[in-house]
């Protein structure tokens, strides 16, 4: 069962534009959402999280709005960038209590952003 | 520079013959993890380490063994491999214990390409 859903699975945007990643999760538990962000030969690596406490968390361009009614949470990429051609993954996870919980990633969006 | 790395980076291998990808993180972390990436499957949990000696199964640890005799490495090992195993495997760490913000950042390796024919 997939605990985290992404979508859309491939974005094309052009530069100057906007671009939205959703995802979706049911388990209410979890209370840490960060965004993992890959390009080609990397491995995945943390861009960006929310804690469900907060609505909106803005780094640079990158800004993660987070509906806790919805159970919903999604990545917009302001003035994108060619640069920022990557893989983006969304993850959930449970913080709280003696042990740190295991991350579940969304199955990814490929972002590609035309000059 | 703090950092996961994996041996070997690519490999084309033929059907049953034993091979292991290396890790190691020189960051002291105790839990490491081993993910594969599959287009249109995203990132999935093969097995992961909370510490020295204790491994648990993620979600697809079929075909696989790991063992964690030191902190720093996590192996993982394909005793007979077949072509479903043909895949771009990651190795992952994080420290723990994390009531602070921000603990659970998992750092990744670069990245193993693995062919089996």
């Known amino acids: 069962q997939q605990q985290v859903k992404q979508s859309p699975q491939s974005l094309i945007v052009q530069k100057g534009g906007i671009s939205i990643i959703n995802c979706a999760y049911e388990?209410?538990?979890?209370?840490?959402f960060p965004w993992y962000q890959q390009f080609p030969g990397k491995g995945p690596a943390l861009l960006i999280a929310?804690?469900?406490?907060?609505s909106e968390k803005k780094e640079g361009r990158f800004t993660i709005s987070f509906n806790k009614s919805a159970k919903q949470f999604s990545l917009h990429i302001m003035d994108s960038q060619p640069g920022d051609s990557a893989t983006y993954f969304c993850a959930a996870s449970i913080e709280r209590g003696s042990t740190l919980g295991r991350l579940y990633f969304g199955r990814g969006t490929q972002l590609t952003v035309w000059p | 520079e703090a950092q996961v790395t994996q041996n070997p980076r690519y490999l084309i291998t033929v059907t049953g013959k034993k091979l292991t990808v290396t890790c190691s993180q020189n960051m002291n972390h105790e839990y490491m993890s081993w993910y594969r990436q599959d287009p249109g499957l995203g990132l999935r949990q093969i097995y992961y380490s909370m510490n020295v000696e204790v491994t648990d199964k993620g979600d697809v640890p079929e075909g696989y063994k790991v063992s964690r005799k030191e902190k720093r490495n996590f192996p993982l090992i394909l005793e007979s491999p077949s072509p479903n195993q043909t895949s771009l495997y990651f190795c992952a760490s994080r420290r723990d214990r994390g009531s602070q913000s921000g603990a659970n950042v998992l750092t990744f390796g670069a990245g193993s390409r693995l062919t089996v024919l």
């Open positions: 388990n209410t538990a979890f209370d840490y």
């Open positions: 929310i804690r469900p406490d907060v």
